[in-house]
């Protein structure tokens, strides 16, 4: 059965730090892992998708990477800002699904982000 | 391109009752999934909805349950409410292959007291 793990739980950082967020997952075999962003009592924002074919993604000032292999992804986030204060979720699309009880998205607990000015 | 929307956006129910929560796909999207998101929890899959029929389905009681009509949109229903139904309801779209984006919507929070 897939789990998903997101270390650390909270981080607080000072304003234009560079960052990264971790992800690690039990079982390899997806079809590509997503990042979220949720802002408190919000819905999920998609940050970036990564198919399992690749290795990495970026948009703005965010990149993704993904090592299958190893059940790793990470989100670097560089000159962070107070704005990037939220919690930050990542998901996996399992090709094995147990018989369709575990959906088609798999979510961490997040890492709740708070970047002070 | 709208987005998905979920309605309503909050409600307050009282233990036994029940509650209907409604979800609009974004246009072409033929899947719908429903999620529950607790502090203690986390994000749980409820079940997925495509072309109308129930694809996949967690592990929740049958008082959650849900449909899809044939415009795509979902609803889903809980019966005989209970204090830790208390939550965010999440739903997401997507095209309904394996492996699609899903798209989340704004969500619903349900407070049952």
């Known amino acids: 059965k897939q789990e998903v793990t997101q270390i650390p739980a909270a981080l607080s950082v000072p304003e234009g730090e560079n960052l990264v967020l971790n992800c690690s997952f039990t079982d390899s075999a997806i079809y590509n892992l997503q990042w979220f962003r949720q802002d408190p009592g919000k819905g999920l924002t998609s940050l970036l998708l990564i198919q399992s074919s690749q290795r990495e993604q970026t948009s703005g000032r965010l990149n993704a990477s993904l090592d299958k292999s190893s059940g790793r992804s990470t989100l670097y986030i560089a000159a962070s800002q107070p704005g990037d204060s939220a919690t930050y979720l990542c998901?996996?699309?399992?090709?094995?699904?147990?018989?369709?009880?575990?959906?088609?998205?798999?979510f961490g607990k997040g890492t709740k982000l708070s970047v002070k000015p | 391109k709208a987005g998905v929307t979920q309605t309503p956006r909050y409600l307050i129910k009282t233990r036994g009752q029940q509650v209907t929560l409604s979800c609009s796909p974004i246009s072409g999207h033929r899947s719908v999934s429903w999620y529950q998101q607790t502090p203690g929890q986390g994000l749980q899959f409820l079940f997925e909805y495509f072309s109308e029929t129930q694809r996949n389905k967690g592990n929740f009681p049958g008082r959650f349950s849900g449909r899809q009509f044939s415009n795509s949109r979902s609803e889903m229903n809980v019966s005989t409410l209970e204090l830790g139904d208390s939550a965010l309801y999440l739903c997401?779209?997507?095209?309904?292959?394996?492996?699609?984006?899903?798209?989340f919507g704004p969500g619903t929070r349900l407070t049952v007291l």
């Open positions: 998901a996996v699309s399992p090709i094995m699904n147990y018989g369709g009880s575990q959906g088609n998205l798999i």
């Open positions: 997401a779209s997507s095209m309904g292959g394996r492996g699609q984006e899903q798209f």
